[in-house]
């Protein structure tokens, strides 16, 4: 596919809507990691105030969905896309709900943060949420940049990526009952840290679907619930139109 | 004409000539002079034939003839070829030069066009911007760097620089500036500053802790002071060197509150809150209390506007207080001070004018720095910490206005802070 994906319009503005609304989607991607990266240095600094401004900064997030929905509903009603173009705007019907949730999972974060500032910190002040977190912002950061670059062979690596993350979160899980059990007193604070391993799994399983989505963009293939060695079979068969 | 067509005209004449004579011989003149020029023709497209391949395959084919158009033809395309290759050869060596030169450049650097799309990139931009060579050429460079203050930085830069973490690393800092040139093209650079951003952070961080130590000691030592001033027993002759050690203490705690609050200041990453702050009562406070010094200095307050600012109340009383109280240090009795606060539809302005001892013009870009004396023999005597411009630069930059300052030595200053718009409140608006 050419960098000017959208460049075979006899509509110039044709070619410019379809332009702004995916810089537009980027753009609040942008936003996300901002979020989401905020959220997670307000954990590891316990910093509640940075964790109660990304809880009130969600707005941002929201109204960015907002205002490309109605762009996308817009170019549906009058320019009727046929073909990639449509793939395009579908896909990014659904990345933008993705990404609303990765902000909302992020507003979670940053709010659990600010209370568990005020408490007593583990020794490790942590690090297994700080790792598992640096696992996802990986693959938030992959899943944008394949986006941006309708890159289907990078989107199918974060897809694969997603198990490392449920296999750590799963490690957490355990590792926050054998605690629990240690220490009754802890558990309260324990409990919150599960949210936020919970809402981190949570945001790398919005970028698997994102990651769907731009494999779909790219080849008009529904890769969901397909294992992945067909899909790779698939993809490698089809014509990228 | 030049000679080779001259020569070519001659040697047609010639052959034509030749063949109306041999068609005198065998007594068919018209046949022979077709005859002649069919040949003539063919000879013609024959040479023709042999240019096309000297032009396109640059092959060099020696013909019969060594004189006339053809052959002179033949070596000047030779030569055109020559010299092309010799200059194709050149161009590529330099472009190699160039783009091994830009790519051991360890800053990155990216063009962009009008529409901010990737026209070309080094080798570090690879590494500190997280570009590949692949997919990236072409593409808008927001989409890449998606950083939300570098998106809103990139169409309209300003002078300095912007901060912000590497999309690769998130410990690396860069300092990212965009040069406009050309149609509407522009040059990003970004530079890795982590190790400045560390050093930076480590020195503010070491000012801070070291005012905070500092400052209980000061305090037990200053209650004792104050209390050995009040006692009887001690004999007369301490009781000078006591009040100026009160003094002293008392001078060493402002300057370590001004410390902290200059650190609290530039430390402080977002811009300074938006509540309601009436210039009006700052104003009438600073005046009621110079009303009360002996001697009262010569203040004159000129109110101009009813509006309001949108900031931190104590941010703004500080800016306010500490130029006033400069402008009070630096006039000697009899000299006036003039305090103006006026709106316009631009936004909003505090003015500060005394007839004081004014500054020289070289002076005037670094009254900001810390500790900074214009004289330190003389301003020392007339207290202060050195810290007022200082916090007065930072606290205004947080508010998004600048200072502007006008002297003429011997004459006056005049300090002006700038409000932008956002953060004035008019008196309509207020209510």
């Known amino acids: 596919m050419d960098v000017d994906e959208f460049g075979h319009h006899i509509s110039r503005s044709f070619n410019e809507d379809l332009e702004k609304v995916r810089n537009s989607v980027l753009a609040m991607g942008g936003l996300v990691e901002q979020q989401f990266d905020r959220a997670v240095e307000s954990l590891a600094n316990a910093d509640s105030d940075l964790g109660l401004k990304v809880a009130r900064d969600d707005y941002k997030v929201n109204r960015m969905e907002v205002a490309i929905d109605e762009e996308c509903s817009r170019i549906l009603a009058t320019r009727s896309p046929a073909a990639s173009d449509l793939r395009l705007i579908i896909a990014i019907l659904k990345t933008i709900t993705d990404l609303e949730r990765v902000g909302d999972e992020a507003e979670r974060i940053g709010e659990i943060s600010a209370q568990l500032a005020s408490q007593e910190r583990p020794s490790t002040n942590y690090r297994e949420l700080r790792n598992l977190a640096r696992h996802v912002k990986d693959m938030l950061h992959g899943t944008l940049d394949a986006f941006a670059r309708l890159d289907a062979a990078s989107a199918l690596e974060i897809v694969k990526a997603d198990d490392i993350v449920d296999d750590e979160y799963e490690t957490i899980n355990r590792q926050c009952i054998t605690f629990m059990m240690e220490d009754p007193r802890a558990i309260s604070r324990v409990l919150d840290s599960t949210w936020i391993a919970r809402s981190l799994e949570r945001i790398g399983d919005h970028c698997k679907n994102i990651c769907e989505y731009v494999v779909f963009m790219v080849h008009g293939k529904d890769i969901r619930y397909t294992k992945l060695g067909e899909v790779e079979a698939a993809i490698s068969t089809s014509p990228r139109s | ?431």
């Not at chain 2, 161009?91 to 360890?106: C, F, K, M, P, Y």
């Not at chain 2, 970004?190 to 070291?210: H, I, K, P, S, Y």
């Not at chain 2, 003015?351 to 810390?370: C, F, H, M, N």
Request: charged letters at 25%; glycine letters at 8%; proline letters at 5%.
């Open chain 2, 1 to 431: 004409m030049p000679r080779r067509w001259i020569r070519q005209f001659f040697i047609l004449f010639a052959w034509l000539g030749l063949a109306a004579a041999f068609g005198l011989w065998i007594d068919a003149v018209a046949w022979s002079m077709v005859g002649g020029l069919l040949l003539y023709v063919g000879h013609m497209l024959f040479r023709l034939y042999q240019l096309d391949r000297a032009i396109t395959e640059g092959v060099r084919v020696p013909g019969l003839i060594t004189v006339g158009l053809w052959p002179e033809l033949q070596a000047k395309v030779y030569n055109l070829r020559r010299k092309s290759r010799e200059r194709k050869r050149r161009h590529l060596r330099l472009r190699r030069e160039v783009r091994e030169s830009t790519g051991a450049i360890a800053d990155a650097g990216v063009i962009l066009n009008a529409a901010h799309e990737i026209v070309w990139f080094n080798r570090a931009a690879i590494r500190l911007l997280g570009l590949t060579e692949a997919h990236d050429v072409g593409r808008r460079l927001e989409n890449l760097l998606r950083n939300p203050e570098f998106v809103a930085y990139l169409p309209s830069p300003r002078e300095e620089p912007l901060i912000i973490a590497s999309p690769v690393e998130r410990d690396r800092m860069l300092s990212i500036q965009v040069i406009p040139y050309g149609l509407e093209q522009s040059l990003v650079i970004a530079r890795d500053v982590t190790g400045q951003v560390q050093l930076e952070r480590t020195r503010r961080d070491f000012v801070a802790n070291a005012s905070h130590e500092l400052r209980s000691p000061l305090t037990v030592i200053g209650g004792y002071l104050d209390a050995l001033v009040f006692e009887e027993e001690l004999s007369r002759s301490w009781q000078g060197p006591l009040h100026e050690m009160v003094r002293q203490v008392q001078r060493m705690t402002q300057i370590l509150r001004d410390l902290i609050e200059l650190t609290r200041l530039e430390s402080a990453e977002e811009p300074a809150s938006f509540d309601f702050v009436s210039v009006i009562d700052i104003l009438g406070r600073i005046k009621s209390e110079y009303a009360s010094r002996k001697p009262p200095p010569d203040l004159h307050f000129d109110i101009r506007s009813d509006s309001g600012l949108l900031g931190g109340e104590t941010e703004i009383h500080s800016v306010f207080y500490n130029l006033i109280s400069n402008a009070v240090r630096f006039t000697p009795p009899g000299g006036r001070i003039d305090v103006v606060w006026s709106s316009s539809t631009d936004g909003a302005a505090f003015s500060v004018r005394d007839t004081g001892i004014g500054i020289a013009a070289e002076q005037i870009p670094r009254l900001t720095e810390r500790f900074y004396r214009v004289d330190p023999g003389r301003s020392r005597g007339t207290g202060g910490t050195g810290l007022g411009l200082a916090i007065v630069k930072h606290a205004l930059q947080r508010h998004e206005a600048h200072l502007e300052i006008e002297s003429v030595e011997g004459e006056g200053s005049t300090f002006r802070c700038v409000f932008p718009n956002d953060r004035v409140v008019r008196r309509k608006d207020a209510v």
